[in-house]
DNA sequence: TCTTGTCCTTGAGTGCACTCGAGGTTCTAA
DNA sequence: TTAGAACCTCGAGTGCACTCAAGGACAAGA
């Protein structure tokens, strides 16, 4: 079973445009029908969920070509996948901590302005 | 006690070109010298430090600009405020909701890549 | 066959958040 | 007094990740 592009940009949950754009960024290699159109196979829809998983924790697109060009390659090269993957992994871990922290600070805020709220309330 | 711009800049962590962004987009309103120098008071810098929070929460300039107004006029529109950084706040939590969950997918693969390691085998 | 919709490529355009440069003024320390 | 650092404004430039448009080829149902 294989897809057309947009059955695999429905699927994916990204658009069209960005599929293209993708393959010309080269983290993404589709075979042809004999038309010339592109045609998925689930492997390269599996692909795409990686590379927007990737891509939704932050990771830049030349990362991302670097790893894909990694897998396009044979498998004596996992270990550099394992070290860009663990890199990635240690940045969105801080991040995810920057962002819970901040998360604190605009939450107190509300707290603040909610408690200003009630003050004038009793008093007026 | 008030502060130079690159004063200011360091002790916010952020560029002395971002804080003229900061103000030619109206999320900032510095009182000056008689040169025509910004002279920062502790206020500017709270105030500079929650619009860091906001923008590293992902907050765009266009909403930090709206309840930057807001907070510009009178403490009436405070259940306003209240809005914007509840909405902002339940933007947050869904984003940090799906970075965790992007996480564990990376954290999966790189699993799966040492596995493959472990066992000597081939496969991406 | 015809029509309508999907797909192709190439190159340009968009939106965002900065970031920089030029040319000039002001401050500060020797 | 004077050299050099810090500051000013204004407009342009940058990098990123898309996003779109034009002009043409291909596909599928009536």
Redesign the interface.
Known sequence: MNYSISDAATRAGISIHTLHYYEREGLLHVARASSGHRRYTSDDLAWIG?LT??R??GMPIRTMREFAKL?QQ??SN??E??QI??A??LE??E??A???H??E???G??GF??K??AQ?KTQS
Chains 1, 2 share one sequence.
Request: glycine fraction near 2%; charge should be neutral; proline fraction near 3%.
């Open positions: 990686i998983c990737l939704e924790t897998v044979d498998s996992i270990p996948r394992i993957l663990e990635h992994r969105v871990i991040h995810l920057a962002l819970q901040n998360l600070h605009v939450e805020k509300i302005y909610k200003v709220l004038g």
